[in-house]
């Protein structure tokens, strides 16, 4: 076990992981806590944005960002609230990146281990070519 300063209230804690950097149990109980209080807020009012929600549930909107692109926070797509693919930019209401780069970056990534398949198949064909000895008693 690592021992760390919590980023949010300044105390030792014994880090053992997981998805909140740097945060000890009760910062992220209390992170989790106004997590529940933003998703009901959301629920009652679809039409607020960003800065609406920022300033009623008491949380940043660096933080509200964070929710939406690990996906924890989704919008309706009437909603005013939007933020920028990371790799073209276009609006988006969840996730990291928009439709259309995620399929870019899945065929890319497919293309790539089918190029690795091919250079397998290859090495399979060479080395099946080679001459064999068996040794009779």
């Known amino acids: 076990m690592?021992?760390?300063n919590c980023r949010g209230c300044g105390r030792l804690y014994n880090y053992i992981g997981g998805s909140y950097r740097n945060l000890c149990p009760d910062c992220v109980r209390k992170l989790e806590e106004k997590?529940?209080?933003?998703k009901d807020y959301i629920e009652e009012n679809h039409s607020a944005t960003m800065n609406q929600i920022s300033e009623d549930c008491?949380?940043?909107?660096r933080q509200l960002e964070k929710w939406v692109r690990e996906e924890r926070l989704c919008f309706a797509d009437d909603s005013p609230i939007g933020i920028p693919c990371e790799?073209?930019?276009k609006t988006i209401k969840s996730g990291r990146y928009c439709e259309a780069c995620k399929n870019t970056l899945a065929n890319?990534?497919?293309s790539m281990y089918a190029i690795n398949y091919e250079e397998d198949d290859e090495k399979d064909k060479n080395s099946r070519a080679r001459m064999r000895y068996l040794d009779r008693k």
């Open 2 to 4: 690592d021992v760390r």
């Open 35 to 38: 997590f529940d209080i933003v």
């Open 58 to 61: 008491d949380v940043s909107v």
């Open 87 to 89: 790799n073209c930019g």
């Open 108 to 110: 890319q990534l497919g």
